[in-house]
């Protein structure tokens, strides 16, 4: 049973298509790769699963629970918008840290709020506090950050910054994490040490959506792959199988184009 | 003599020090409440703001004084402000603080736009309440940033005090100019420049130190 269902997505702003019918489904533990050109539509389609944007039309169902549909709404859109944007981890191209908070504070601000809505909070504060604390700090080992939890966001290299933007978004356990470009704004020598935590996640079997310019870590690392341009779906199906032998033009075109240029 | 002239000084000092502590505790937030106005979707507000804005930044404080001072009680025939000094500072203080909190809804528009989307956005995913991004994410970024904008027009406040002369309220450089007209001398004139120049260099170490303190994010 697949954790993610997306139907025929649209998105236009103004009179400009950015997504035509995007369909696709993901299985729990699936690692997806959507790849493509500048300006295909990948960064819109993240977005719009993490709710920043709101589909003209279609649906997006998790564990299914519907999430969104266009025919409904907008006060049900309005409703429980947070709750929904929790079923998705988000993982920014240019990190976004809040940087007035050290590293270890990024990761458990968003807990930490949470935590007040719960019922036993004024009780418990002081273990609950703790509890996150020590959940921030295991993520932050597991990132191998443990030495950089005091740190402020402009007192780390980009790869750093990078890796406590992932466990930010690891920190609510969300269903299904995403990550939009998450090496381009790196130098390239530092894109490795992010590149083998996200290998490190696909291995624990996290359900992830991962929009990549990196071919051969698309290929070696995600289950699955989609292919866009201009705004449709022109190829998906097994990582390996569409990147190593793509069926439609427009695929192997992108392909070559992409192995020349690299 | 100069005994005279510090006590008189120090006396209108404190009522100097009271229109700019009043009109800062007032103008702050309503400054915040200005800004949102003024970014506000809904167009009639933000435009009935902008109205606003160009109305008080574009005439002499002065003059705005002066009409909330007179206006009431030629309109209504009676006087809102009660007599005496009490009534020429609050009438003061609620000129300042309006015109004042015009000035500062600019700056802290400006604050708010500078601070990156993808900072809003970031909390957004994180399932952060826009109060919560606004209190937790936000507030202090736009603070950093408009810490130097803001001590200018604080430091401006501290002398702008000086217009509340013209309706008689007996501030600092009332009080110096006071022996000018009754003894002829001009010194208590540089002594009370002085006054001004010590309260604006406190003001100034006050401002290095939270420009310090708020130096330890980028």
Redesign the interface.
Known sequence: MAILEVKNIEKHFGSTKVLEDVSFSLEEGNALAIIGSSGSGKTTLLRCLNFLEKPNSGSITVKDEVLFDASASEADWERNLRKKRLHFGMVFQSFNLFPQYTALENVTLAEKLLAKERPDFKQRKKEIFAEIDKHGEELLDQMGLSQRKGHYPHQLSGGQQQRVAIARALALKPDILCFDEPTSALDPELTGEVLKVIRGLAEQKTTMIIVTHEMAFARDVADQVIFMDQGVVVEQGDAKEVINNPKEERTKQFLTRYSQEN | MFWTVTQSLLGGLATTFEIFILTLLFALPLGLVFAFASMSKWKPLSKLMQLIIWIIRGTPLMLQLIIIFYGPGLWLGHNIWSGGESGRIAATVVAFSFNYACYFSVIFRGGIESV?A??R?????????KS?IFF??TL??MI?RVVPPMSNEIITLVKDTSLARIIAAYELTFAGYSFTKSDGITWPLFYTGVFYLLFVGILTLLFNYIERKLD???
């Open positions: 990156p993808g900072q956005e970031a909390g957004q995913v994180l399932g952060m309440t919560q937790k994410v202090l970024q950093k330890y994010f980028k």
